[in-house]
C-alpha cells in the first residue's frame, strides 16, 4: 500500500461570494483592531497572553489524556515545592511543554520558515522529561 501525501485545493478557493462577508471581514478587523492596540498599551502582552496559552495547552493536552486543569498547573508553577502525586506532575510537565514548544514556535517562526527541522526542536521540546522522553525526541 503507498501512502499518498494530502494536497489541499489551491487558496483562495474559487467561487466565494468575498462581496456577501464584507461585514464578517470588517467586523474582524475591528477586533483585531482593538485587540492590538490592548497588547501594544500594556507594558508587558505576555502577562494577558500567558494564561491563554496554559489554557490552550492544558485543553491541547487532553488529546493525549492529560488530567491536569489550568488551576493546577498555575499552583504548581505558583509553589513547585508543593507535594503532588506522580501522575499530576506528568500531567502537568506534559503541559508545560506544550506551551513551552507553542512559545518557541511563535518566536521562531518570526525568524524561519516552518520545516521539518523546526518541527522536530519543537518535538523535543514536547516531550522533554515526560512520559514520552523515551520516543525519540526530535526524530522522524
Known amino acids: 500500500m503507498t ?5 489541499p485545493e489551491p487558496l483562495p478557493p474559487a467561487g466565494i461570494d468575498w462581496e456577501a462577508h464584507i ?3 470588517a467586523s474582524a478587523n475591528r477586533a483585531l ?12 502582552p ?10 490552550e495547552a492544558v485543553l491541547s493536552s487532553r488529546i493525549e489524556g492529560t488530567q491536569a486543569s489550568l488551576e493546577d498547573v498555575l499552583r504548581f508553577e505558583a509553589n513547585p515545592k ?3 502525586g506522580d501522575a499530576a506532575l506528568a500531567d502537568i510537565q506534559e503541559i508545560i511543554n506544550y506551551r513551552e514548544a507553542l512559545n518557541t ?4 517562526l ?31
Not at 3 to 7: D, H, L, S
Not at 46 to 55: D, E, G, K, M, V
Not at 121 to 134: E, K, N, T, V, Y
Open 3 to 7: 501512502v499518498q501525501p494530502y494536497v
Open 23 to 25: 461585514p464578517q471581514i
Open 33 to 44: 483592531a482593538r485587540y492590538d492596540g490592548i497588547l501594544q498599551a500594556i507594558p508587558n
Open 46 to 55: 505576555r502577562l494577558l497572553l500567558s494564561p491563554l496559552l496554559t489554557q
Open 82 to 84: 508543593e507535594p503532588i
Open 105 to 108: 514556535a511563535v518566536e521562531a
Open 110 to 140: 518570526k525568524t524561519r520558515r516552518l520545516d521539518l527541522a523546526l518541527v522536530c526542536d519543537l518535538h523535543r521540546i514536547l516531550l522533554a522529561g515526560s512520559r514520552g522522553m523515551d520516543r525519540e525526541p526530535g526524530c522522524v
